[in-house]
Nanobody, 122 residues
Framework: QVQLVESGGGLVQAGGSLRLSCAASGRTFSGYAMGWFRQTPGKEREFVAAISWSSGRTYYVDSVKGRFTISRDNAKNTVYLQMNSLKPEDAAVYYC???????????????WGQGTQVTVSS
């Protein structure tokens, strides 16, 4: 069992930055790809970014490329999402997720955090 706890959400002006963190506990972090998804009311959960366990290779949805950076510290069992140049359309509840093996752009992940709210004012 893996528990994921997100933090770092909040209110920011358009153009600003936030850094989300996701701390994993409960068992080894090893072997899990980590992803960030976001969701707004009435919409499906959307893939934002992911990072592989072994190679550290990263993947992004086109709308955040060049603005968001996903990274992980395996020693700390923590994954981060640095969000720069935020836009009002980035506002959502952001979820951290863990998936055994390779990443996925679909919500087919094994474990999820509770989510953290990101609000972007225009």
């Amino acid at each position: 069992q893996v528990q994921l706890v997100e933090s770092g959400g909040g209110l920011v002006q358009a153009g600003g930055s936030l850094r989300l963190s996701c701390a994993a506990s409960g068992r080894t972090f090893s072997g899990y790809a980590m992803g960030w998804f976001r969701q707004t009311p009435g919409k499906e959960r959307e893939f934002v970014a992911a990072i592989s366990w072994s190679s550290g290779r990263t993947y992004y949805v086109d709308s955040v490329k060049g603005r968001f950076t996903i990274s992980r510290d395996n020693a700390k069992n923590t994954v981060y999402l640095q969000m720069n140049s935020l836009k009002p359309e980035d506002a959502a509840v952001y979820y951290c997720a863990a998936r055994w093996g390779s990443y996925s752009r679909t919500p087919m992940y094994d474990y999820w955090g509770q989510g953290t709210q990101v609000t972007v004012s225009s």
